[in-house]
């Protein structure tokens, strides 16, 4: 059973417009969330992440909101940029450790 | 630059044939992991390590298996290929001992081997 999931697998926007990339936890013992975004041929990279202390964290144009009692986090970025077309990844780690559980990824298409 | 490098980049091989994978970074780091991307599951831990001589499974470790003798290099040998092994891997690394490193968080991808068995 999956613990972390993107419901969603393809999201079109239109360039300019918000951008929002949703994710799901099952694990309650998850406190640490972070995104990762993946081009074509390329390894993930790290964009931005939270602690469970925190609801909200932003970076320039990403912001990351988690809701804790949802166990929900979401990415928006605003405004959306044809160069944000990529594979976003979701993912937890419950501290435990130094490893990561990731989600299945959403494909972000921003559209000139 | 440091860097975490992959090879090869692009591998065919046949069902019950050994392959290996190599990845080696060189910023030092302690954590080393390997993942593998497939279509609806994103990426999988197969097998990491906190340090040389240490190696741990991960959730897919099944078929694989892995070695560190030294910081920089951890290879991923497939004993005996299956065509489920067919997949891209990803491996990585990140600071910190083997408590979660909260000062940095994130993982330092290669760029990926892609294995297609056949």
């Known amino acids: 059973d999956q613990q972390v999931k993107q419901n969603s697998p393809s999201l079109s926007v239109q360039e300019g417009r918000i951008s929002i990339l949703n994710c799901d936890y099952t694990n309650s013992m998850f406190d640490y969330f972070l995104w990762y975004k993946k081009y074509p041929a390329e390894g993930p990279t790290f964009l931005i992440s939270i602690s469970s202390i925190k609801d909200k964290n932003e970076d320039g144009r990403f912001t990351v909101f988690l809701n804790k009692s949802a166990k929900h986090l979401s990415l928006h970025i605003v405004p959306s940029q044809p160069g944000d077309s990529a594979v976003y990844f979701c993912a937890a780690s419950d501290g435990a450790g130094n490893m990561l559980t990731f989600g299945g990824g959403t494909r972000l298409m921003v559209k000139p | 630059d440091a860097e975490i490098t992959q090879s090869p980049r692009h591998k065919i091989t046949e069902t019950g044939r050994q392959v290996t994978l190599a990845c080696h970074q060189t910023?030092?780091?302690?954590?080393m992991f390997w993942y593998r991307q497939d279509l609806g599951h994103g990426l999988r831990l197969i097998h990491y390590s906190y340090g040389v001589q240490d190696t741990n499974k991960g959730e897919v470790s099944d078929g694989y298996s892995v070695s560190r003798s030294n910081t920089e290099d951890l290879p991923l040998t497939l004993e005996s290929a299956a065509s489920s092994q067919t997949s891209v891997y990803f491996c990585?690394?990140?600071?910190?001992?083997?408590?979660?490193?909260?000062?940095?968080?994130?993982?330092?991808f290669g760029e990926g081997s892609r294995l297609t068995v056949l």
């Open positions: 910023w030092n780091h302690n954590n």
């Open positions: 990585a690394s990140s600071a910190g001992t083997s408590v979660f490193n909260r000062g940095t968080g994130e993982l330092f």
